[in-house]
């Protein structure tokens, strides 16, 4: 997050100083030297070395996630459930609704799988299937390559059927783009402002977002010789996390894939020789992970590459944390 949105204990003559030494953003604060490091490159008289310490530590409280009893916990879950049921997620295909347990019960849900798997398709699915069916819902899709297709949404809304939303549905869904992390912490900030603004009503008429993909913003920042970029990563999932659980929302996030070898573990298939980008530290910062697949491409299952009517082709699905049943499903005109 940005210092400029922070507020206290940060004054604007700090903050000028600062981005001076282009430390721009808490993790930068935090993260980047050691208080009397950056005390040293700060003007003379800017600020005293002890004041600086008790700012970094009131902020590292500040960002630092609460900690809840399991009662507190338990209630919090069965409200929010409660909350949910209002506006129910589906991609179409029940078996797959049944496998992941229900999309609209997940704060974050990341959806990996090679190029081509469907994990766009799905995503606008879910995401046109709420606006049409519930008319007084909005949803936003965060597009970091610039690839969104507002034809393939129209053509895809026109499948879906005869729904209350219909006609207003894409009115209902606003794109914004983010290349870089930066503009995704913007956006996210945006949002947050945003709803907290809004009455009671108006916070529940936003209900789904979706990041596609959130890989090119995070890839860049990953090496093996500093940690700063996975904790870059972990900060910005977070605030994802605590825009989600504040406002009830359900955030899909698209992930790319990265070699597994021999094969990954994790899958039903031991053909399976791709994984989710990223790394292990991002898996976890999500409350599931579902991989797809085309048929094709999995050698246990290639026999099964037309659907029954034999003009849509078959795709898998796995949850990969849980090791569920795999779900098979057809994509026609996606």
């Known amino acids: ?143 970091t390559t610039g690839d969104t297709s507002p034809d393939r949404m129209s053509s895809m809304l026109e499948q879906i059927g005869d729904e209350p939303g219909v006609q207003s549905a894409l009115q209902r869904l606003q794109i914004t783009r983010a290349f870089d992390v930066d503009e995704l912490q913007q956006a996210i900030e945006e949002l947050r402002l945003s709803l907290s603004m809004k009455t009671v009503h108006e916070q529940h008429a936003l209900r789904t977002i979706v990041i596609d993909p959130i890989t090119p913003v995070f890839r860049p920042l990953l090496n093996a010789i500093s940690s700063q970029g996975h904790a870059t990563m972990t900060f910005v999932m977070r605030q994802l996390r605590i825009l989600a659980e504040t406002f009830n929302l359900t955030i899909l996030i698209l992930n790319a894939t990265s070699a597994a070898q021999p094969n990954n573990p994790s899958s039903h298939f031991p053909s399976t020789t791709r994984k989710p980008a990223l790394g292990p530290s991002f898996t976890y910062t999500s409350d599931a992970t579902l991989w797809l697949a085309r048929a094709e491409s999995v050698k246990e299952l290639q026999h099964l590459t037309k659907d ?4 849509g082709e078959v795709y898998v699905a796995e949850v990969l944390r849980s090791r569920r049943v795999v779900s098979p499903f057809a994509i026609q005109g996606g």
Not at 23 to 43: M, Q
Not at 97 to 103: A, I, Q, R, S
Not at 308 to 311: C, E, M
Request: hydrophobic letters at 40%; glycine letters at 6%.
């Open 1 to 143: 997050m940005r210092l400029r949105t922070l507020g206290e204990p940060l004054t604007n003559d700090l903050i000028d100083a600062l981005e001076e030494l282009n430390i721009k953003s808490d993790i930068d604060l935090i993260f980047s030297n050691t208080p009397t490091e950056i005390w040293l490159k700060l003007p003379p008289e800017t600020i005293p070395l002890k004041e600086l310490n008790n700012i970094v530590v009131q902020l590292i409280e500040k960002l630092s996630a609460p900690a809840y009893t399991c009662v507190e916990m338990f209630d919090s879950e069965i409200d929010r459930l409660g909350k949910l049921q209002d506006v129910e997620l589906s991609c179409g295909v029940r078996e797959l609704d049944e496998m992941v347990g229900g999309f609209g019960v997940h704060h974050m849900l990341e959806i990996s799988g090679e190029k081509g798997s469907g994990k766009t398709s799905l995503a606008l699915q879910i995401i046109l299937r709420q606006l049409a069916r519930y008319p007084n819902s909005s949803a936003v899709w965060i597009d």
């Open 308 to 311: 029954d009517s034999g003009s």
